[in-house]
């Protein structure tokens, strides 16, 4: 994304994100007899979002919405059963060829998942994946979940039931006392949590509340949470803790940038993960590392700051030193469109 001034961009993400929110916390109406577009011959082509958005939640005042939303809502609409079919069935293929924990080992357990149909999330939760997988020595113990970017649609299509069913997977492969969840979600995001959202079939929104109750109901204690999506600091409070890192692109009440769908990356998955990350050097270092590029690169594009968050536990500190030792001397280079070269 190339902003030419403040308002602009500042106009087409609010925009976006206000009417979202607008038919979230609406009542559901009666169903649009309009007709979906017409599927791309493309299968790697994503889907667009076309059809208005459907409301969520019910309850007859702001409040009783507001707490409907913070149980993590989902909705899916008109897909064919062969394709959920489908769905599953990568899904499974994908889970099936998670390697099992070594005892006395701390492994990591990568996942990145894009949320949203729009390309540039699932060309960064890709190239994501093999940042990560890398870094953490994860070889076999990492899961991609992001459709089709325009080039390709190997991988499980991002869902919060997805992202789900793949945590308990895992829960159930860790050793919860000495393995690592290392989580990296890239998404639109609402004041109310990130925003699940694929071509028009596909809605939700996983809140912190239910992101909190999901990791602990698992018994996911240690956890590296990377989090890109617009008001992703909503997240700190609810997850923080004495074994968790998180990591977020933007402070609970500001919005992020470069989720245009013809960008290869986001700001913060290109200054966080596509650069920082890359490096021999601890998270701490790396998020410093991040802010750094993406405070210049609001700056000069004139863009009101997104103020990405950190929090580092105690013990996470510990076992995240563990962890870090085995990451390669050699950095790997910074692929797609860079965003300092827009």
Not at 120 to 140: D, I, K, M, T
Request: with cysteine; aromatic share 8%; glycine share 6%.
């Amino acid at each position: 994304m190339t902003p030419k001034g403040f308002w602009p961009q500042l106009v087409a993400v609010s925009y976006k994100s206000v009417f979202a929110i607008f038919v979230l916390l609406s009542f559901a109406g009666p169903a649009h007899t309009q007709n979906a577009p017409e599927p791309s011959a493309n299968r790697n082509d994503p889907p667009a979002h076309n059809l208005p958005a459907p409301g969520l939640v019910g309850g007859k005042t702001k409040k009783e919405r507001e707490a409907a939303l913070a149980l993590g809502p989902e909705l899916e609409r008109g897909e064919s059963p062969r394709e959920i079919l489908a769905q599953r069935r990568k899904l499974d293929a994908a889970l099936n060829q998670i390697q099992p924990q070594r005892p006395g080992t701390v492994d990591a357990y990568v996942i990145s998942i894009a949320l949203d149909s729009d390309p540039v999330f699932a060309r960064e939760a890709r190239e994501a994946s093999a940042v990560l997988s890398r870094r953490y020595n994860a070889q076999g113990r990492t899961l991609t979940i992001a459709g089709p970017d325009g080039s390709s649609d190997e991988h499980p299509r991002g869902s919060i039931a997805a992202l789900t069913l793949a945590l308990t997977h895992l829960a159930d492969t860790m050793d919860a006392s000495e393995d690592v969840l290392v989580l990296y979600t890239t998404s639109h995001g609402l004041p109310q949590g990130l925003y699940y959202h694929y071509g028009d079939i596909g809605y939700g929104v996983l809140s912190p509340n239910r992101f909190k109750s999901v990791l602990e109901d698992l018994g996911i204690k240690r956890r590296v949470l990377i989090l890109s999506a617009c008001y992703s600091g909503v997240f700190v409070p609810a997850l923080a803790s004495d074994d968790t890192a998180i990591v977020t692109a933007s402070a609970a009440n500001r919005t992020s940038f470069g989720c245009a769908p013809d960008n290869d990356w986001t700001f913060f998955g290109d200054a966080m993960i596509n650069r920082a990350l890359r490096k021999d050097q601890p998270l701490s270092a790396a998020s410093n590392e991040a802010n750094l590029s993406i405070a210049d690169w609001e700056s000069r594009r004139k863009l009101f700051s997104s103020l990405p968050q950190r929090s580092i536990g105690t013990s996470a500190q510990k076992w995240l030193a563990a962890l870090e030792a085995q990451i390669p001397a050699e950095p790997t280079q910074p692929t797609g469109k860079l965003t300092d070269a827009d």
